[in-house]
């Protein structure tokens, strides 16, 4: 039954945080690793066809980064958003960006880097 009084909701949703606090805990730690288990295929998939800038293509996730096309648009890095945002967002965030090599996406940040290439 909700709450007329908002203190007491508070009060009420605290007591029932302290009886399941391991049940909340185990919760988000589930959908944390299924976000990144989520994150994991999708990178894989994106990857098939290698970097958009030199076309490097290794079946190895970690050889790329996701690049934001427009910089003003980034909410924050993909990989920082698995495990705190929604799956709904990480999507959202991704529609913005390209899969590049890391040795790409250094040079698109750092292009006169004194130890590229």
């Known amino acids: 039954?909700?709450?007329?009084?908002?203190?007491?909701?508070k009060?009420?949703?605290?007591?029932?945080?302290?009886?399941?606090?391991q049940l909340t805990k185990d919760?988000?730690?589930a959908s944390k690793r299924r976000t990144q288990e989520q994150f994991k295929k999708m990178k894989s998939n994106?990857?098939?066809?290698?970097c958009l800038v030199c076309?490097?293509?290794t079946n190895n996730p970690n050889d790329y980064d996701y690049h934001h096309r427009d910089?003003?648009?980034k909410v924050?890095?993909?990989?920082?958003?698995?495990?705190r945002g929604s799956w709904q967002s990480i999507l959202d965030e991704a529609v913005k960006c390209d899969i590049v090599c890391k040795s790409c996406h250094s040079d698109i940040h750092k292009p006169n880097y004194p130890f590229h290439k």
């Open 71 to 73: 910089h003003t648009t």
């Open 55 to 57: 076309g490097l293509k």
């Open 27 to 29: 919760r988000a730690l």
């Open 1 to 9: 039954m909700p709450y007329k009084d908002s203190t007491a909701h």
């Open 76 to 83: 924050a890095s993909l990989a920082d958003m698995v495990g």
């Open 11 to 21: 009060e009420a949703k605290a007591r029932w945080y302290q009886k399941n606090k």
């Open 46 to 50: 994106d990857i098939q066809y290698g």
